[in-house]
Every structure is written in C-alpha cells, then in structure tokens.
C-alpha cells in the first residue's frame, strides 16, 4: 500500500481545526482516481468519502419531482417537504433493481466541498462500504440528469484518519 499523501494534518503529526478546511481543499477526486489507501483498513482508518453528486436541497427535491414524482411528499400547502429526500434512495433501488447486498451505496448524505461549505448529495458509494459499477453509476446519472459522474467527496464528520483501536 502506497504511504497515505491526502489527507494527513497540516503539521504531519496531529490535527488542529484549521486543519479542516486544510483538508477540504484536497478534494474532490475524481471517480476512478480514489488512491487504495482511501479504503484499506490497516494501523488507520481513512477518512470517510461518498461517491457524490454535490447539490443543494431544491435541486435534489426538484430532481424527486421530475423522475419519481410518485415518491414525493408534499405538506398541507401543497410545498415539497424536505422527507422527500429520504425517498430519493428507495426509488432509485426500486427502479434500476440494485442487489439488497448494495442499498446502503445509495444514500442521501451531507459532503464537504472544498470551500469546507456543506451540500446535500446523492451518493452511490462509500469508501467505508463500496460503490455501485460504473456502468449502474452511468445510468443513473443519465436518468436522474446530472451532467458531470460523480466525485469522491469528504464526509464533514469523519474527514480525519483515525488511530484504530
């Protein structure tokens, strides 16, 4: 296994909370260029990324709304209501038949983009569980209407590697 280069703290030995924005500027990585060490489990666990598409709450709602409309949830006004996104996973596993041994690659999940901001994303893998094929991760981008694959973003809450006990 290659010596882990991304990452790390600033300083080489330990973190600080400036180190977090520090680490957030390292990525995204883009789909097929996630280093092994990213999700080998050895002395450290890495950081946690998803295999995202970066969004916003509307523009996943909307998303919802235009490709499953039957999964959506609306309150007494008539207004999309933000449970919707809990849905978005079901319906995606629903319609492309994903084996049970991958639903938890398909989640609704809050990233760190490189400015160290927040976004709400649609992630179909994990470093810590897996991903689904490229081809599945194809159709659904074409389906759902994102332009870009995804990219390896950092979980704002596990964005340190970790001494495992």
Known sequence: MDEPKLFK????????????????????????ELPEYLHTFGKWTPPKLFLAW?????????????????SVI??????????????LPDAIRED?????????????????LENGEHAISLAVGCTHIGKLNANLIGDIQAKLGFEEPPQWCIDPNWWMWRERL
């Open 9 to 32: 703290p600033s300083n080489g030995k330990f973190y600080q909370r400036s180190d977090y924005s520090y680490v957030c500027k390292q990525q995204p990585l883009l789909m097929d």
């Open 54 to 70: 970066p969004s916003d709450q509307a523009s996943l709602l909307k998303c919802i709304e235009r490709v499953y409309p039957s």
């Open 74 to 87: 609306r309150n007494r006004r008539g207004e999309l209501v933000q449970t919707t996104l809990g849905a």
């Open 96 to 112: 492309f038949a994903i084996n049970p041994d991958f639903h938890d690659c398909i989640q609704v999940v809050t990233v760190a």
